[in-house]
């Protein structure tokens, strides 16, 4: 009878060649007289010399020491069964460890005598590389979904679900395995697939998904989630499956809703305020206009009076009385300030510079300068207006002498312009750099210089109030000072009051002149 080793020697060379290439040995064992015939590519694999005598007891000691129960056991199965199957690993004689698929199957031998094992030896070795880096890339991206903090999963086209992230445990009250392979239909209500159905379709048409929703957890608490679903496509770019993601906002959701109350109540804290603030101006100017008009009388009937000091103090209850006027006329600024801005138009800065430098009529020998570079932007114009009268008339009311300079230029800045009021008084020292921008200000007392110690501050909520900010340092050589702020642009389409708001704002404003 012709044995295996026989049958194999009798193939043709090229199908030799190609069991060789592909790592496949052939062997046959003939229990009745002992003999172990292996090819070539076996003896390679098991790391056997020609030169040594085989045996079952020789193949044995290639086998890993750990592994050798089992071969031995399926050797014995075989026996039942008929057929062979059993996998472990080859230890050379260099240390070198190769990974084995043995298989097999019985031949009937002569009457009365044991069968014959014929088979094949695979060499799987890189077959179990690829398969470990595969579990090490899929036990990576296990790890890497579970640090995500969200619910993680895939779904296959056909919504069956495939991988969820440890997050689900905890969100389910139980392992997530349990829902692993089954469709999504029974993991989640009737009415949640119902309303989540149309969104997997878009899905799985190529469309990124996202919405937010309210589940509840196993604990029965209720949680927000941001929900995105992102299309997995093939390597020839074929919609495969569903990344899902969702991200527990609850926390988000309730700091926004909380900031949410508190702008509405800022809302409700700024209008009460500038109601305040203008009852409290309209109230008490009657009362002051009644002290001008007695003041006024009494400096009538006492112009022939030239004893005592009468007359001076009489002229000081007026420029304390139009101190309180200004005062009271720069609360009501202030509490305005950057609340109603009016209409964005094409603004030329530097024509408004120069009407601003006719207005406020500076000394005739004060050189004001305009700079080319101040640009023609869109604009609130109120408030931009506001902030460089009063950054200019600061310049020109600090100034020592009635001699001096300011120029005004900008720079752009891409988003924004950076404006800058330049003089060259005596400055203003560093220490000073918060104080000055701060409510009832002054750095010289008012009987030397009249004014409330507000103009800076109003300067200061105008310019936040639009984004920007405002700052000042000495002038060139040390001399002056140069206030700069930023201004953003303002795209036209953007304007938050219309020129018919801005109408009817004014009316409004008529109508209460009128009823005060």
């Known amino acids: 009878m012709t044995t295996h080793a026989q049958a194999y020697a009798e193939l043709s060379p090229e199908l030799q060649r190609t069991l060789e290439s592909s790592g496949v040995g052939v062997y046959s064992f003939d229990a009745a007289s002992g003999r172990f015939v292996i090819d070539a590519t076996c003896r390679r694999l098991f790391d056997i010399d020609e030169s040594i005598q085989l045996s079952p007891e020789i193949m044995a000691t290639r086998i890993h020491p750990d592994d050798l129960q089992r071969y031995w056991s399926a050797a014995a199965d075989s026996m039942k069964t008929g057929t062979l199957a059993c996998d472990y690993r080859v230890v050379h004689q260099n240390g070198a460890i190769r990974f084995v698929s043995s298989r097999g199957h019985l031949q009937p031998g002569a009457p009365g005598s044991p069968p014959r094992l014929q088979g094949v030896c695979i060499d799987v070795t890189t077959l179990r590389g690829l398969e470990t880096q595969l579990l090490a890339s899929e036990s990576r991206m296990q790890e890497l979904a579970d640090g995500v903090p969200g619910l993680f999963a895939y779904l296959d086209r056909d919504l069956v679900m495939r991988f969820l992230s440890a997050q689900y445990d905890r969100f389910y009250g139980y392992p997530r395995s349990r829902h692993l392979n089954q469709h999504i239909s029974t993991v989640i209500s009737a009415e949640s697939f119902a309303e989540r159905g149309p969104m997997y379709e878009r899905c799985l048409g190529g469309e990124v998904v996202q919405?937010?929703?309210?589940?509840?957890?196993?604990?029965?608490?209720?949680?927000?989630?941001?929900?995105?679903?992102?299309?997995?496509?093939?390597?020839?770019?074929?919609?495969?499956?569903?990344?899902?993601?969702?991200?527990?906002?609850?926390?988000?959701?309730?700091?926004?809703?909380?900031?949410?109350?508190?702008?509405?109540?800022?809302?409700?804290?700024?209008?009460?305020?500038?109601?305040?603030?203008?009852?409290?101006?309209?109230?008490?100017?009657?009362?002051?206009?009644?002290?001008?008009?007695?003041?006024?009388?009494?400096?009538?009937?006492?112009?022939?009076?030239?004893?005592?000091?009468?007359?001076?103090?009489?002229?000081?209850?007026?420029?304390?009385?139009?101190?309180?006027?200004?005062?009271?006329?720069?609360?009501?600024?202030?509490?305005?300030?950057?609340?109603?801005?009016?209409?964005?138009?094409?603004?030329?800065?530097?024509?408004?510079?120069?009407?601003?430098?006719?207005?406020?009529?500076?000394?005739?020998?004060?050189?004001?300068?305009?700079?080319?570079?101040?640009?023609?932007?869109?604009?609130?114009?109120?408030?931009?207006?506001?902030?460089?009268?009063?950054?200019?008339?600061?310049?020109?009311?600090?100034?020592?002498?009635?001699?001096?300079?300011?120029?005004?230029?900008?720079?752009?800045?891409?988003?924004?312009?950076?404006?800058?009021?330049?003089?060259?008084?005596?400055?203003?020292?560093?220490?000073?750099?918060?104080?000055?921008?701060?409510?009832?200000?002054?750095?010289?007392?008012?009987?030397?210089?009249?004014?409330?110690?507000?103009?800076?501050?109003?300067?200061?909520?105008?310019?936040?109030?639009?984004?920007?900010?405002?700052?000042?340092?000495?002038?060139?050589?040390?001399?002056?000072?140069?206030?700069?702020?930023?201004?953003?642009?303002?795209?036209?389409?953007?304007?938050?009051?219309?020129?018919?708001?801005?109408?009817?704002?004014?009316?409004?404003?008529?109508?209460t002149y009128l009823a005060g």
């Not at 804290?269 to 006024?296: C, G, M």
Request: proline share 4%.
């Open 211 to 511: 919405y937010q929703e309210a589940r509840r957890m196993a604990n029965g608490e209720e949680r927000y989630y941001s929900v995105t679903y992102q299309p997995h496509r093939s390597a020839a770019g074929e919609v495969v499956g569903i990344l899902s993601l969702a991200m527990d906002v609850t926390d988000q959701r309730g700091a926004q809703q909380a900031l949410e109350r508190k702008s509405e109540e800022l809302e409700r804290s700024n209008q009460e305020l500038e109601q305040f603030a203008y009852v409290a101006s309209h109230d008490l100017k009657a009362p002051l206009r009644a002290i001008d008009i007695l003041v006024d009388w009494l400096q009538e009937d006492l112009q022939s009076y030239t004893g005592g000091e009468v007359t001076q103090n009489l002229d000081l209850l007026k420029q304390r009385t139009a101190r309180l006027h200004r005062l009271l006329d720069d609360l009501l600024a202030y509490s305005r300030a950057g609340r109603k801005p009016g209409e964005i138009v094409d603004l030329d800065t530097r024509l408004l510079v120069e009407d601003l430098f006719i207005l406020l009529a500076p000394p005739a020998t004060m050189q004001l300068a305009a700079d080319p570079s101040l640009p023609v932007i869109n604009a609130h114009h109120a408030p931009l207006e506001q902030v460089l009268r009063n950054l200019i008339n600061n310049a020109i009311k600090h100034h020592p002498t009635r001699n001096g300079s300011i120029r005004v230029y900008a720079q752009d800045k891409g988003d924004e312009v950076l404006f800058a009021v330049e003089d060259d008084g005596c400055g203003i020292p560093r220490e000073f750099a918060e104080k000055v921008f701060q409510m009832f200000q002054t750095l010289k007392p008012r009987d030397e210089i009249e004014g409330s110690g507000m103009g800076l501050a109003i300067v200061k909520r105008i310019v936040e109030w639009q984004g920007g900010r405002i700052w000042f340092h000495g002038g060139p050589a040390g001399c002056g000072t140069v206030f700069k702020f930023t201004w953003k642009k303002v795209a036209r389409d953007l304007a938050n009051v219309t020129r018919n708001e801005v109408i009817d704002e004014r009316h409004e404003q008529n109508r």
